[in-house]
């Protein structure tokens, strides 16, 4: 019923990415987060940056260790971002 007047060719419509097998934890160094797990109460601007440098150390994802001591974190936490939601109490 309904024909096309052309035909799109591979260069305008890219080929799917192959799918990747996808993590189900990530394994994360102690020592790397060991310094961040402190702050000084009054101090905002200090854990606003101790913040910023564990969401980046989260959104790494990592996985495979890089040490012997390491702990691991489930994928779904990280993909659907919890740790934006605990905010401060994520260094407790």
Do not use: W
């Not at 996808?22 to 000084?40: G, M, W």
């Not at 910023?52 to 390491?70: H, M």
């Amino acid at each position: 019923m309904f024909k096309p007047v052309s035909v799109l060719s591979k260069e305008i419509i890219p080929e799917l990415p192959e799918k990747t097998e996808t993590a189900k934890e990530y394994y994360y160094d102690v020592e790397d987060f060991l310094p961040l797990l402190s702050y000084a109460h009054g101090n905002k601007s200090a854990l606003d940056k101790t913040l910023y440098e564990i969401t980046k150390l989260l959104e790494a994802r990592p996985k495979k260790p890089k040490s012997n001591q390491y702990f691991t974190i489930p994928a779904k936490f990280l993909t659907i971002e919890a740790y934006d939601d605990l905010g401060a109490s994520i260094i407790l």
